[in-house]
C-alpha cells in the first residue's frame, strides 16, 4: 500500500519536541519567576519587620538621636537600605500610635514586583514594633 503524502505527515514524529517545548515553556517559567518572585516577597517582608525593631530599638535605646520622627524614619530607611530593600518616596510609610507599650511604630511598604504580570497579585508590606517611652 502506498503513502499518501497526508498520510506520511500524520505519521511524521519530526518537530513534536519543539511543539512540546513550545506548550510547557510557559508553564515552565511562570512557575520559577512565580518561585523567585515569593522569595523576594518574603524577603522583603522579613526586612520590613527588622527595619521596625530597627527604628523602635533606635527611639528607645538613644533618644537623644532619635527623638524626633524624622530621625525614625531615617533609621528605619537605613535598615531597610541595608538589607537591599529599594526605598523611594512614595513606596514606603512610617505610622507613630500610643500604645500600650510605649509607641507603636508601623512601617508600610509597597512591593515592586520584578516580574510586571504579577503586579495585581502583590499585597502592601506591613511591619510593627513598639519603642518603650522613656519616662
Keep these: 500500500m ?3 503524502p497526508a498520510r506520511a505527515a500524520a505519521l511524521d514524529r519530526a518537530g513534536t519536541t519543539a511543539v512540546e517545548f513550545a506548550l510547557v515553556l510557559p508553564l515552565l517559567l511562570m512557575l520559577l519567576l512565580g518561585g523567585l518572585e515569593m522569595g523576594r516577597l518574603i524577603w522583603f517582608d522579613s526586612a520590613l519587620g527588622w527595619a521596625a525593631e530597627r527604628a523602635a530599638r533606635c527611639a528607645t535605646i538613644d533618644p537623644a538621636r532619635c527623638r524626633e520622627e524624622r530621625a525614625i524614619r531615617e533609621a528605619a530607611e537605613a535598615a531597610l537600605s541595608a538589607l537591599g530593600v529599594p526605598v523611594s518616596p512614595g513606596t514606603a510609610a512610617i ?3 500610643p500604645a500600650p507599650c510605649g509607641t507603636l511604630i508601623t512601617l508600610r511598604l509597597d512591593y515592586a514586583p520584578l516580574v510586571p504580570a504579577f503586579a495585581p497579585l502583590t499585597p502592601r508590606l506591613s511591619a ?4 518603650l517611652d522613656q519616662a
Excluded at 510593627?128 to 519603642?131: G, L, N, Q, R, W
Design 2 to 4: 502506498a503513502r499518501t
Design 95 to 97: 505610622a507613630f500610635a
Design 128 to 131: 510593627s514594633a513598639c519603642a
